[in-house]
C-alpha cells in the first residue's frame, strides 16, 4: 500500500483569484507583467523557500510587486494589497490557511520603467488536494 499524497494548487494563482474580485477592475492582477503595462498592476511571482515536511500543509513565498501612475497611487494601492492579504487567512474558502508577512510594501523602482513600483514578500500556507 502506498502512501497518500496531495498536490498543493499553484499559490499565485490562488492569490490572484483572492484578490481580482476585491480590486475590482480598475487593477490587473496578474501573474507577470504583460507586453503592454495597465495603468493600475499588480504581479504574483513565486520564489523558493523551505519546505514544513508536511504532506498535508506546505508555505510558500511570493513576491507582489504593484505599479501605478505616480507613487501616491503606487503607495496606497500597495498599502491595500497588503491588507488584504493579512486578511486572507480569515477568509473561508480562497485556499490559503495562512499568510505570513516577510517584508512590508516598499518603494522598490524598476529603472528600466518611469512609473513607480512598490513589492513586498508574503508567505501563504496551503493545503495540499488529496
Not at 494601492?77 to 492579504?85: C, D, G, N, Q, W
Not at 473561508?92 to 510594501?105: I, Q
Not at 513586498?120 to 496551503?126: E, G
Request: net charge positive; hydrophobic share 45%; no cysteine.
Amino acid at each position: 500500500m502506498t502512501a497518500p499524497t496531495g498536490v498543493i494548487r499553484y499559490a499565485p494563482k490562488i492569490v490572484r483569484d483572492y484578490l481580482v474580485p476585491l480590486l475590482g477592475n480598475t487593477v490587473r492582477v496578474a501573474t507577470e507583467v504583460p507586453a503592454t503595462r495597465p495603468a493600475k498592476l499588480v504581479t504574483i511571482t513565486m520564489v523558493p523557500t523551505g519546505d514544513a515536511g508536511n504532506l498535508a500543509l506546505s508555505p510558500r513565498r511570493l513576491i507582489i510587486q504593484v505599479y501605478s501612475t505616480d507613487e501616491v497611487s503606487a503607495g496606497e494601492l500597495a498599502e491595500r494589497v497588503f491588507s488584504l492579504l493579512k486578511a486572507a487567512k480569515y477568509a473561508p474558502g480562497n485556499g490559503l490557511r495562512d499568510v505570513s508577512v516577510v517584508g512590508t510594501p516598499a518603494r522598490f523602482d524598476d529603472p528600466d520603467i518611469d512609473t513607480p513600483r512598490f513589492q513586498m514578500t508574503v508567505d501563504v500556507l496551503l493545503r495540499a488536494v488529496f
